[in-house]
């Protein structure tokens, strides 16, 4: 049913036509009458209840619900809003004098220069500096810097910083004298929108009791905002084929997912799989990309500047790529002229070191790896 709505120059001019009609003689409807106040009254009144009633039908479909009402109307199915993912990334901690040992106690905070992004140290085993007893990484006599892994520490886009943005060592650390990024932060989502929430209730629905691909996406994709995936199917990882056997390939940005999100996905994907089908979910197999481009700038532009956008915008711009994606070299070069509108024409740009297309292979993915520009 389509509720047809009125303003208050439209009721108040049905409420005054009725009046009239019902009456024998002309009635003084002019303004500051007592009955003009009263038709006023009542039109505000109107005004009121036909807010409420739109509040009321808004609220009931989730079509038209935002926000809280969107959650509360997903609730009721066990469906949830994905949470903000938190950036990361490596900073650089390094000192002027390296006669002596230093630790970077784990949970140390950075921050950006303008001290409006702050992130936290975390531990990771792999990192050759990292000591668990001490809980930190330590800086070696003679070793003049170390390279730590960072997450931001407000979960958001805002943590995605450019490189060189983080700068100021917020927790004092005896020893370490700077902290930089040389890369750029990653990773950093903001908590899903209401536009992204309905279309993935509408995929779960249509998942429920239907062991299919849609329903395999939609238990992936519930997992965590961000994620991309494929789903192959009667062949295994080595690419042979084995029928009733599927690969589920995932990542989150970074070419090495970690070993908690593919648990998270394998208890995800094993709840709706179909029955007598086997599966393994992996991280994909990652081809790196290697771009070198000179750029030529405008005259009185800031060729610095548009140095600094430009590598940003290739590196942003290759994570994005799904699974299974070609890196476009044609599709590269417009990248980098809308990351910086320095920017009027390029010179030698390079694709792993010439000028065709990056394939990936089964089950791979490409992304960054030196990105030098000049």
Known sequence: MQLSLQNFSSLMEGMAASVQGAASSLIDLTVGSVLRAILEANASVALWLQWLIVEVLAATRLATSSGADCDSFGADFGFMRLPAVAASGQV?????????????PVGTNVSTAAN??????????SNAAYNAAASGYVIMPGVASVNVPVVAAVAGIAGNVLPGMISLVSTAVAGVDAVTNANALTGG????????????????????????NVSIGAAVAGVQQGLSYSITENLNQAGGIQMGHFVVTIDDGTGAPPVA????????????????????????????????????TGAGANHTAAVTAVAAGVEVYIASLPIGA?????KLAQQIYDASGAVVNLSDLLLNGGTADLVPPLFGVVRAGVVTVS
């Open 92 to 104: 650089i901690f390094s000192r002027f004098s390296a006669t002596s040992t230093a630790l970077v």
């Open 116 to 125: 409006t992004q702050s992130f936290v140290v975390t531990a990771d085993v």
């Open 326 to 330: 070609v890196l476009s070299y044609t």
């Open 261 to 296: 999100l593919l648990q998270a996905v394998q208890q995800e994907v094993d709840a709706v799989r179909p029955v007598g089908t086997s599966f393994v979910v992996q991280g994909p197999n990652v081809v790196l990309a290697n771009v070198l481009v000179a750029l030529v």
């Open 189 to 212: 989502v903001d908590a899903e929108s209401d536009a992204a929430f309905k279309a993935r209730f509408g995929n779960y629905l249509a998942s429920l009791s239907r062991a299919t």
